[in-house]
């Protein structure tokens, strides 16, 4: 895999992500990726049902997992299970070269009760959002298990039999996880109602980022008071709701800034920024950089 690969995908208004599988008819997304390929050295909070697992090759990141802030250094990796809100970042801009891994429960779909009892009781268990990988104990044998999942699969395109080895690896990495986790004694829970208000309130901005919002509009749409949209915004996304607001509309302006000949003023008023002037400003405050410099600077 070129470590050059650009980590693609798309994020749905309710902050789902629709994964760009390898094969779009085999749901399982390998790639060695590098940190600096993303915006300000960050990923976007979203969440989807495909296992996640990241394996930090060079470098260090930091992984929010639902607010929980996870430091990864090389060597070590981390699970994401199904529907947690997520996303890695460097906030000194450090580079990280890493291996990522979204892997669908469905694959592992033999028959209702086999899912229900063994891969639900793993991916949709209340008591394990996120574990933290490393190379000791049992969990070495959970890295193996990945790392042969790169080996095999990480290719383009994959080859033939890959697509049987990784449900090999699959399967028994499930099984590992599934022998040593305490799955007997939790029980799946409904989302809270915090996250189920955030995600709502995400949602809201979503729709409406091109548009003059209020932290009241974002309020109203979360079910919530100003003060509590305030409270969930920085207890699970680090930021404020503005602030968000703000990093949303400059990653949507990036496609157009870098795939068409629009001016900075039609950018700018386009995605809900007051002017070119201020869309300018908060572009190099997030960026380091001018729009049209950062524009240059891209590969082609």
């Avoid at 298990?145 to 090999?168: R, T």
Wanted: net charge negative; aromatic share 14%; glycine share 4%.
């Amino acid at each position: 895999m070129d470590n050059n690969t650009k980590y693609c995908s798309v994020f749905n208004s309710d902050s789902s992500e629709t994964v760009a599988y390898n094969n779009p008819l085999f749901p399982a997304y390998v790639v060695y990726g590098l940190l600096s390929s993303y915006p300000d050295y960050s990923s976007v909070s979203h969440w989807h049902k495909d296992l996640e697992f990241i394996l930090i090759k060079r470098g260090t990141m930091t992984y929010n997992v639902n607010g929980r802030l996870i430091e990864l250094e090389e060597g070590s990796g981390i699970m994401v299970n199904s529907y947690q809100l997520h996303y890695g970042f460097s906030a000194e801009h450090n580079e990280c070269e890493f291996v990522c891994i979204l892997l669908s429960p469905e694959l592992l779909q033999v028959n209702d009760w086999f899912y229900q009892n063994y891969i639900e009781a793993v991916t949709e268990n209340s008591a394990y959002p996120y574990l933290y990988l490393s190379r000791n104990g049992w969990m070495s044998s959970v890295m193996e298990k990945l790392d042969e999942i790169y080996d095999s699969f990480g290719k383009v395109p994959a080859e033939p039999l890959s697509y049987f080895e990784l449900m090999e690896d699959y399967f028994m990495l499930m099984k590992i996880l599934y022998e040593n986790l305490d799955i007997g004694s939790q029980t799946r829970k409904p989302e809270s109602t915090d996250l189920s208000s955030l995600r709502s309130m995400m949602t809201y901005i979503e729709e409406h980022y091109m548009e003059h919002i209020t932290l009241a509009d974002i309020a109203l749409s979360g079910a919530c008071c100003k003060s509590k949209c305030s409270l969930l915004f920085k207890k699970y996304l680090r930021d404020t709701p503005i602030t968000y607001t703000t990093k949303l509309r400059l990653r949507k302006s990036l496609s157009t800034l870098l795939d068409s000949n629009s001016s900075i003023a039609d950018i700018a008023y386009e995605y809900g920024f007051s002017g070119a002037s201020y869309y300018c400003e908060t572009f190099k405050k997030y960026y380091g950089m001018p729009p049209l410099i950062y524009k240059k600077n891209q590969p082609a």
